[in-house]
């Protein structure tokens, strides 16, 4: 499905690198890799920068409450679950349908390939694992507390309804449970909540509450995404025109449209081609497609142009030409990231370096001892290719052979023939990360926690995958490697104008963007070789064939008339 | 003009014709003529380039030019076929003997100097060798290309058949070999046309449409009569 052709050469390298620093890595933990210097206390480990905490606007004046007249709302509270009680005392059925949405549950069952999926178990290529550090990765949890597996998921009062609905800007989370002390220092230094401020400015979310967690997937600033990052709290039209601050500046719901709690637009199960299109007034509004809104003729009917770009929607999503870069907005999204560089410390301590500077002038970390070494990308092409929306996840129960390249922790399906499919653009974010050797599956590391065997503390990964698989009930053969994986992510924000979508010559030329895509003629880029060479044979024989023979003429005519003078 | 008659019992014998200046072809012929080759040259260079052989156009303006030319061109071949019905020319192309003496002339004879053995009639306008390439290019080449490019062009109607990608792979490859054997066609068509008494001769014919041909003593007195076709002496 994903032509390995650069890539096979590059994890060929990857591999001998790999096998090299294995030697030094796993016989020496690299925290006593001691380097001269004062190197500064890593005091700066927020991945989430928020400086501009303003709410975007969103006040469609149609609500039909004024939050601050509320009674049961002027407090005083001690705590977010207060509010939430205050909250679900007139929203008594919003719980229920809460409690049923993958915010809450973090969990998913794909109805077509049976797979359990959800963050709360799933792999990644990023921090490798939910599973087990929820005391920090469940910061992004709509819930309190959520820190091991004691949380009760049943108790109402546990939901989070400010993170999504705050209007104020003032409201954030934090870790449910301090780590070590490399990761103490986070979060440090914040002004309280102002919970009654808070409570009485509720509404429906802007684009900087799904934005507190979205944009900031995989550790930080556009790292997962790439078209989701900070720089769409206030976009410019450019960089989308559906976003557009001055413009249009839809919310994120004005699409991912909602029902009883539960939003269209799915990850794990992904409309790639919506065949339906418009519905009626009042009719359709189930999903977060682009046909739902422009109908599956978007281009004008009456310009040869337009018809033939009409054409086009039933094997190329709108995507494909709308979005023409990611990550262009200013802020970076990371592209690689490898894990076996982790542990490295100066005097003792985790450190990092800052050797990537993106557009809006940040300095992004390049290497982190918690974490390895990264990789940036910003205006990036992203990766194209056949897409029916079947996501399939490589978990933690899945065995793989590392021996076949590298491991698609998400990888989906799709083809040029199979009627259903479309090409898609993703963003591939490629990983070097720890396996099991000996059972070939990939591991649940532990690396958020107040104990010794935490990697965030002891930069120790054999403690911290044995402790991780162990708490998880997971086997584990006691041995670990490096593999390489890939993870998708189907692109669908930042769109940009029609006006910079993409030239036709983009896909149809003999270097296009397509390049990979095999097994279908496509004008422009495809020809047949032995024709051409025969119709190069037949077009330059008569061409030399008439230029001789009019040669000839011209000899022979001379020739003729000397004869027809003498 | 040399017409051949039967004379009954078997041999053929030839009756000379006085040579007049006449319009051999009509305007709408030359209008044909002209209009085509012009739109087969716009075709095939931007056909060359949507095939990737040239980036002097975007694909964009590529495909609209090709399109755009293409569907004149039908139009154009649709007036033409009924032209060439209801005017009776369509015998022009039909089959006739002599296409080896015309190919040993063109061959052989045109170097030593000697006349062409085909002589232009009103009738005649082509010769033997002109009738059959002008008979294989407008029932198989030009088809050929119109029929695949018609196919190509309504791609979106049938786009949705399982059998769709091989179609397009097919339809592709007929297409441009065509194209390569239309190319073809047109450098030997546009050398020959400096085969004439002048090089320019045959080009200043199917401009002005008049050429000095015999005329036997019927169509002479027939034009004179009637004044069906202009003669300018």
């Known amino acids: 499905m994903h032509k390995p052709r650069i890539l096979a050469i590059k994890s060929s390298t990857l591999a001998c690198l790999c096998a090299f620093l294995l030697g030094i890595s796993n016989q020496i933990p690299a925290s006593t890799d001691h380097e001269t210097g004062t190197a500064p206390a890593d005091s700066n480990m927020n991945f989430r920068i928020v400086e501009d905490t303003q709410p975007s606007i969103r006040d469609d004046g149609e609500s039909t409450a004024d939050h601050t007249k509320f009674e049961i709302l002027q407090g005083p509270f001690e705590s977010g679950p207060e509010v939430t009680k205050a909250c679900l005392s007139c929203h008594t059925e919003a719980g229920r349908h809460f409690m049923q949405s993958i915010h809450w549950t973090w969990e998913y069952d794909h109805p077509d390939t049976g797979q359990k999926l959800g963050k709360k178990t799933l792999i990644n290529t990023f921090c490798t694992n939910a599973k087990g550090n929820e005391g920090m990765c469940a910061q992004c949890h709509a819930g309190y507390g959520w820190k091991d597996e004691n949380f009760d998921f049943t108790n109402q009062d546990n939901i989070d309804c400010l993170v999504c609905h705050d209007r104020t800007g003032a409201y954030y989370k934090t870790p449910n449970s301090t780590g070590n002390k490399a990761c103490s220092v986070m979060f440090e230094g914040k002004q309280p909540i102002p919970w009654e401020k808070v409570a009485q400015n509720v509404g429906k979310p802007g684009r900087e509450n799904c934005g507190a967690c979205h944009f900031y997937g995989g550790g930080g600033d556009g790292v997962k995404h790439g078209d989701l990052d900070s720089s769409l709290k206030a976009p410019s039209r450019e960089l989308d025109v559906h976003m557009d601050a001055d413009g249009l500046n839809f919310a994120c719901t004005t699409c991912h449209v909602t029902r009883q709690h539960l939003w269209a637009g799915s990850r794990y199960n992904v409309m790639a081609h919506d065949t339906e299109g418009l519905g009626l007034p009042g009719e359709r509004r189930d999903v977060a497609t682009c046909e739902s809104c422009h109908s599956e003729s978007p281009h004008s009917n009456t310009e040869l142009t337009g018809i033939k770009l009409n054409g086009h929607v039933d094997k190329i999503a709108c995507q494909t030409c709308h979005i023409p870069t990611i990550a262009r907005g200013g802020v970076a999204t990371k592209t690689e ?66 021996a076949k390249g590298p491991v698609e922790i998400n990888g989906f399906n799709g083809s040029h023939d199979d009627g259903r499919s479309r090409i898609w653009p993703f963003k591939r974010m490629h990983t070097v990360q720890p396996y099991d050797k000996g059972n070939n599956t990939m591991v649940y590391m532990h690396l958020w926690g107040n104990d010794d065997d935490a990697y965030w503390g002891n930069y120790d990964f054999g403690r911290a995958i044995k402790v991780g698989m162990q708490k998880n009930s997971i086997p584990y053969s006691g041995e670990y490697d490096f593999v390489e994986t890939y993870s998708f992510w189907p692109i669908t924000h930042m769109v940009a104008p029609s006006e910079n979508a993409l030239s036709c010559n983009e896909c149809h030329s003999r270097e296009g963007r397509l390049n990979d895509l095999e097994g279908f003629y496509m004008p422009g880029r495809d020809s047949f070789r032995w024709l051409d060479i025969l119709g190069y044979l037949a077009l330059g024989g008569a061409l030399i064939g008439v230029l001789l023979h009019g040669l000839l003429r011209k000899l022979f005519s001379k020739k003729n008339q000397q004869r027809d003078a003498s | 003009m040399n017409t051949q008659v039967n004379n009954g019992n078997g041999t053929k014998v030839r009756q000379k014709g006085e040579k007049h200046y006449v319009m051999i072809y009509s305007r709408y012929e030359r209008f044909w003529h002209w209009s085509q080759a012009m739109l087969i040259f716009v075709l095939f260079y931007t056909g060359l380039g949507l095939h990737g052989l040239h980036n002097l156009l975007n694909f964009q303006l590529a495909v609209t030019i090709h399109t755009y030319a293409a569907l004149v061109l039908i139009v154009l071949w649709i007036f033409t076929t009924f032209w060439n019905f209801t005017t009776g020319q369509w015998r022009q192309y039909l089959f006739k003997e002599g296409v080896m003496k015309v190919i040993r002339f063109y061959a052989y004879g045109i170097l030593k100097g000697e006349p062409h053995p085909y002589k232009k009639g009103l009738q005649r306008k082509q010769n033997a060798l002109q009738s059959l390439a002008y008979m294989s290019f407008m029932l198989l080449i030009g088809p050929a290309l119109w029929a695949s490019g018609m196919i190509y062009l309504i791609y979106d109607l049938w786009s949705g058949y399982a059998w769709s990608s091989q179609g397009l792979t097919l339809i592709a490859f007929v297409h441009t070999a065509a194209a390569y054997l239309m190319g073809t066609f047109v450098i030997i068509h546009v050398y020959m046309t400096t085969t004439g008494k ?3 001769h045959y080009i200043k014919t199917m401009i002005t449409g008049y050429d000095n041909v015999e005329l036997t003593e019927a169509e002479k007195a027939y034009i004179e009569e009637t004044h069906a076709i202009s003669m300018k002496d």
């Open chain 1, 337 to 402: 990231w490898d894990w076996r560089t982790a542990g490295k410390t100066k005097n003792g301590e985790g450190f990092k370096e800052k050797n990537y500077t993106q557009a809006n002038g940040a300095h992004r970390a390049t290497y982190k001892s918690i974490k390895g070494s990264f990789e940036y990308g910003e205006n990036l092409v992203p990766h194209y290719d056949w897409f029916d929306g079947q996501m399939v996840y490589t978990t933690i129960e899945t065995r793989f052979d590392p």
């Open chain 2, 198 to 200: 002048t090089p320019t």
